[in-house]
């Protein structure tokens, strides 16, 4: 069974740091673009940041540019999401999504998600 597993979640300050990350299972899916995406309370799915197969492009929303950094590890298939300078609006459940077809930025274009893992940022 294929599916996607995020981990890395938790509670952190205004201003601090936490690593996500997102290990696949029955599929590696090594030549797929990778993205996170990430949903609070009464809100729509927003993406969050992109990174194609080889990592040759990354692709990130204004409101994370220069504090988050997507990237993947090749020996475990793993994709990373760093994330520094962290303010309470980032409070939301992050999901890892594998791409399927379409716009790097819409939820529609993923094929498989991930249950997610809850981020809070307390001021």
């Known amino acids: 069974q294929v599916s996607l597993k995020e981990s890395g979640g938790g509670l952190v300050q205004a201003g601090g740091s936490l690593r996500l990350s997102c290990t696949p299972s029955?599929?590696?899916?090594?030549?797929?673009?990778m993205a996170w995406f990430r949903q609070a309370p009464g809100r729509e799915r927003e993406f969050v940041a992109s990174?194609?197969?080889?990592?040759?492009?990354?692709q990130y929303a204004d409101s994370v540019k220069g504090r988050f950094t997507i990237s993947r590890d090749y020996a475990d298939h793993t994709i990373f999401l760093e994330m520094n300078s962290l303010r309470p609006e980032d409070t939301a459940v992050y999901y890892c999504?594998?791409?399927?077809?379409?716009?790097?930025?819409?939820?529609?274009?993923?094929?498989?998600w991930g249950q997610g893992t809850q981020v809070t940022v307390s001021s």
């Open positions: 999504a594998a791409h399927y077809r379409g716009g790097f930025e819409q939820p529609t274009s993923y094929s498989y």
């Open positions: 029955g599929r590696t899916f090594e030549r797929s673009t």
């Open positions: 990174i194609t197969w080889n990592s040759d492009n990354t």
